[in-house]
């Protein structure tokens, strides 16, 4: 950091909320906690509820030293797991506490976006609306209802400070040190929560160039270092983590690097559309080639982005906004867009934009008052379309809740939307069907999540399973097998099989699924029932009589 003085003047303070308009910065966070109060008893869903939640070690188990010495998801987010192991401790599978924390952490950022605007120079009005936008915007509904999807509103809520502390030291370099180091520790403890919070650094850059434009960068670099290695050593971990949960990450798979250009121009592009028009959101979008080729979409993307910032630098200083808020969104995107393949996670989703909306909203709202007083003919109809889209916005994200009502909801949303994302989704809602009995619902989306995707493995064996309960060997074999194929070690599959053939009266190739089955589930009390059984179809009374004998010494008889 550097200690060298730039001026001799004591350095102003920024405008803060007068006590008379402080109420400005509650009315926000009023609209987050009402909105998001309707979604408090949604259930969990399928997409990664569960293995998030109470499938994961960390939070089940719960100790300190499984929190902070183990990936879930090939992600490491131990912050994000406490808070889970919390609400998991006070009701277990209820929605509720998880829902009432991801609503509190949202209210909470959306107080300090209020704050952030105000230490950025901006007036109590400017910064409210800001703020209003990213409480109430339905693209935010994604991070908020989806109790997955946690770790974003918990690691803005630590980045959020980061970003004020770092400011409170840029006002006063010389004295504010302890806001530096306090920025600093935010950073860590947001990256602690997910590791996105690595684009702290790019938004300093952007918050320090907009407050200090005329302080030469070579004088702000050594503050920066600090910073940048914390992003560095969260980054390698992350890396790490993917390899070791066998979440590869790869820049090319099936995307050379031209798509991978396209496909991020695209996404920006985009992510503003639904900014401005959020009429056809979805939990999962897709980026489709049409014949083998890229719509004419994706090529002018690029034009369109390349244009925006051109046209955005050359009004810097009539138009500062612009470039200050495109700064702050690219900054907080920037990693998010689909440059490289995460595992099987998304290249494409609305939680990778709830910070970089920020950038958005700050433009829509300085723009506004721009047109307002350049157009003042047609002010008054500037300032009611302006009150319009914002209730439209509040509207619109009341009713996206509801899309979180349960998986057939979520799923069943993206699918009108045209967002199967390569199979998945059917896979997911044909999952959540079984599970409430609609078993020829069920199959009809096993069915077209592999046609869609043939490498969706666990929906041959899930099918199999139906098929095998309607007694429909002839279907529930091939599928059963197919699925072993991909993992051989599958108990219950080998379990499955081993009870058709015993169906079939054909006891030599049940006991052999059977003993398949042991081998990955040893002392499994059904499985040695039945193999005696396929024994004793046999005549080998021996070998029946010392699966009965286990099965005793296992209930203690």
């Known amino acids: ?69 183990q990936f879930n998801l090939g992600m490491y987010a131990p912050l994000t797991w406490i808070f889970y192991a919390v609400a998991h401790g006070l009701g277990g599978e209820n929605p509720v506490w998880y829902h009432l924390f991801s609503l509190i952490a949202h ?36 991070s908020v209802s989806w109790v997955a999807a946690f770790s974003t509103p918990l690691f803005s809520l630590f980045y959020l400070p980061a970003l004020n502390r770092y400011l409170r030291y840029a006002d006063a370099p010389e004295s504010g040190q302890r806001h530096y180091w306090a920025a600093l520790g935010f950073m860590v403890a947001a990256c602690l929560a997910k590791s996105s919070a690595v684009t702290l650094p790019l938004t300093l850059l952007v918050l320090d160039w907009w407050k200090r ?19 560095l050593g969260f980054g390698i971990l992350t890396v790490y983590g993917r390899s070791v949960s066998g979440e590869g990450i790869s820049t090319f798979e099936q995307y050379n690097l031209l798509d991978r250009f396209l496909m991020a121009n695209y996404a920006l592009v985009s992510y503003v559309g639904n900014f401005l028009a959020p009429l056809d959101l ?36 009539s138009l500062p906004f612009l470039t200050q808020g495109f700064g702050f969104y690219l900054s907080a995107i920037a990693l998010s867009l689909p440059w490289i393949t995460v595992g099987t996670f998304e290249l494409f989703a609305d939680h990778y934009n709830y910070l970089a909306l920020i950038g958005l909203a ?25 009150i319009l889209w914002l209730v439209l916005l509040a509207m619109r994200c009341f009713v996206q809740i509801k899309t979180w009502k349960g998986t057939l909801a979520v799923t069943t949303n993206a699918i009108e939307q045209g967002n199967t994302y390569d199979g998945k989704v059917y896979f997911w809602r044909a999952v959540e069907h079984g599970d409430l009995g609609h078993m020829d619902l069920a199959v009809e989306d096993f069915n077209r999540a592999i046609e869609a995707n043939p490498e969706i493995w666990d929906a041959y064996k899930f099918r199999g399973s139906i098929y095998a309960q309607r007694r429909d060997f002839a279907r529930a074999l091939p599928d059963l097998q197919k699925y072993l194929e991909h993992d051989s070690n599958d108990a219950v599959s080998w379990f499955n ?30 499985v040695l029932e039945n193999r005696a059984r396929a024994y004793q179809m046999l005549g080998d009374a021996a070998r ?5 004998q286990m099965i005793r010494q296992l209930k203690g008889q």
């Open 213 to 231: 434009p005329a302080m030469p960068v070579r004088q702000r670099l050594p503050g920066y270092l600090p910073f940048f290695a914390v992003a």
């Open 282 to 317: 979805s939990n999962f979008y897709m980026f489709e080639k049409v014949g083998g080729a890229w719509p004419m979409s994706y090529y002018l993307a690029p034009v369109l982005v390349a244009g925006t910032l051109v046209f955005a630098w050359y009004k810097r200083n």
């Open 497 to 526: 099989i081993g009870m058709i053939y015993l169906e079939q009266s054909r006891p030599a190739e049940a006991v052999s699924a059977f003993t398949n089955s042991l081998r990955a589930r040893p002392n499994a009390i059904m």
């Open 544 to 548: 029946a009589d010392a699966d009965l």
């Open 362 to 386: 700050f433009i829509a709202v300085r723009g506004t008052l721009f047109l307002k007083e350049k157009l003042t003919a047609a002010s008054g109809l500037i300032g009611i379309l302006a």
């Open 1 to 69: 950091m550097s200690k060298r003085k730039t001026s001799t003047a004591k350095p102003s303070r920024q405008p803060s909320a007068t006590p008379d308009k402080q109420w400005y910065g509650y009315l926000p966070v009023a609209a987050a906690v009402v909105l998001f109060l309707t979604g408090l008893h949604n259930p969990l869903t399928g997409m990664d509820d569960h293995a998030a939640t109470t499938d994961n070690p960390a939070v089940a188990a719960f100790t300190l030293q499984a929190v902070f010495s």
């Open 107 to 142: 209210a909470a950022s959306t107080w300090l976006v209020f704050r952030l605007m105000m230490r950025l120079g901006q007036a109590e009005r400017v910064s409210a609306l800001v703020a209003f936008i990213f409480a109430a915007h339905p693209m935010q509904v994604e």
